[in-house]
C-alpha cells in the first residue's frame, strides 16, 4: 500500500522543538515534491511547508516562518519538518503528502498517500 507514515510528534512546552519524521511505504521520493499540513480541532486541514524534489522549500503558512523548515532524504525515503519556538497555536496533526510531479504547489488537492497523521501538543 503507498502511503506515508508520520511520527515524532508529542507534548511540547511552548518555545520548545520537534522534528517529525514522514517515511514513505512503497515508493520512493526521489521524482516527488512532499508537503507537511496541520489540522487544528475545528479548524480545516492546512498547508505548512512543501519541499521539491531538488530541495526547494516552500512555506505555504506564513505563521511559520522563520520557525519551521523542511528536508530531505530520499536515500531513507523520509521528510522532516523541524519545528522550533513552538506556540500554542501550532497545536494540531500534523500530515505529509506528495505531489504527482517535483515542484511545489499550494492546493491541497493535488497531494496524495495521506499518512494517518501525528500529534503536536504545544503546553505548558
Known amino acids: 500500500q503507498l502511503q506515508f507514515v508520520e511520527s515524532g510528534g508529542g507534548l511540547v512546552q511552548p518555545g520548545g522543538s520537534l522534528r517529525l519524521s514522514c517515511a514513505a511505504s512503497?515508493?520512493?521520493?526521489?521524482?516527488?515534491?512532499v508537503g507537511w499540513f496541520r489540522q487544528a480541532p475545528g479548524k480545516e486541514r492546512e498547508g505548512v511547508l512543501c519541499?521539491?524534489?531538488?530541495?526547494?522549500?516552500?512555506y505555504i503558512a506564513d505563521s511559520v516562518k522563520g520557525r519551521f523548515t523542511i528536508s530531505r532524504d530520499n536515500a531513507k525515503t523520509t521528510v522532516y519538518l523541524q519545528m522550533n519556538s513552538l506556540k500554542p497555536e501550532d497545536t494540531a496533526v500534523y500530515y505529509c503528502?506528495?505531489?504527482?510531479?517535483?515542484?511545489?504547489?499550494?492546493?491541497?488537492?493535488?497531494?496524495?498517500?495521506w499518512g494517518q497523521g501525528t500529534q503536536v501538543t504545544v503546553s505548558s
Open positions: 519541499i521539491s524534489s531538488g530541495g526547494g522549500r516552500t
Open positions: 503528502a506528495s505531489l504527482p510531479y517535483s515542484t511545489c504547489v499550494v492546493s491541497r488537492a493535488q497531494y496524495r498517500y
Open positions: 512503497g515508493f520512493t521520493l526521489d521524482y516527488y515534491a
